[in-house]
T-cell receptor, first 111, second 113 residues
Framework: GQSLEQPSEVTAVEGAIVQINCTYQ??????LSWYQQHDGGAPTFLSY????GLEETGRFSSFLSRSDSYGYLLLQELQMKDSASYFC????????????FGDGTTLTVKP | NAGVTQTPKFQVLKTGQSMTLQCAQD?????MSWYRQDPGMGLRLIHY???????DQGEVPNGYNVSRSTTEDFPLRLLSAAPSQTSVYFC????????????FGEGSWLTVV
């Protein structure tokens, strides 16, 4: 099976940099994904790492280390609109592509 | 672009009633799934399907049924609603290969009284 752990809450100020960590246990997966969810909204895709290393998409970057079973999402130049929940997820490569999500990290950005 | 469409958006049920949450996608995705999300919690997989005629149970399947008669549609049936099923339900779809983005519907807020 798959399990993922994330911090439940993170707080930062506007303009700062924040890192949200994700550790996982998996029997096999394609890669690590990150999703953003604003209050009352649906999760939306942010980033994906299939290979070890850093992937950058604008202000957001994501990192994966398969040897450490660890990844993180890095948010730079924080804006108030970044206040949301962030979920890491893995897609099983042995069980029909079933996706498992972490419990999410609530990011609060303060002025 | 419609994407993933869920109906209804809000529903109040009495304990013991049954209902169906509808989900349709127009992206020709093989993989579809249903999640529930309780307040302040993550997404828990209820059922999923890798193609028409194929469904399987996720993490929390009890009290729910699904079917997949077409590629586009993946309805979720609550057999006999219980207050513990009060939650937000998300339908999702993607291609079945590894990296493909999961697209979510807007959610269905269900309250069982």
């Amino acid at each position: 099976g798959q399990s993922l752990e994330q911090p439940s809450e993170v707080t930062a100020v506007e303009g700062a940099i924040v890192q949200i960590n994700c550790t996982y246990q998996t029997s096999g997966f394609y890669g690590l994904s990150w999703y953003q969810q604003h209050d009352g909204g649906a999760p939306t895709f942010l980033s994906y790492n299939a290979l070890d290393g850093l992937e950058e998409t604008g202000r957001f970057s994501s990192f994966l280390s398969r040897s450490d079973s660890y990844g993180y999402l890095l948010l730079q130049e924080l804006q108030m609109k970044d206040s949301a929940s962030y979920f890491c997820a893995v897609r099983d490569n042995t069980n029909a592509g079933k996706s498992t999500f972490g419990d999410g990290t609530t990011l609060t950005v303060k002025p | 672009n419609a994407g993933v469409t869920q109906t209804p958006k809000f529903q109040v049920l009495k304990t013991g009633q049954s209902m169906t949450l509808q989900c349709a996608q127009d992206m020709n995705h093989e993989y579809m799934s249903w999640y529930r999300q309780d307040p302040g919690m993550g997404l828990r997989l209820i059922h999923y399907s890798v193609g028409a005629g194929i469904t399987d149970q996720g993490e929390v399947p009890n009290g729910y049924n699904v079917s997949r008669s077409t590629t586009e549609d993946f309805p979720l049936r609550l057999l006999s609603a219980a207050p513990s099923q009060t939650s937000v339900y998300f339908c999702a779809s993607s291609y079945s290969t590894g990296r493909d983005t999961i697209y979510f519907g807007e959610g269905s807020w269900l309250t069982v009284v």
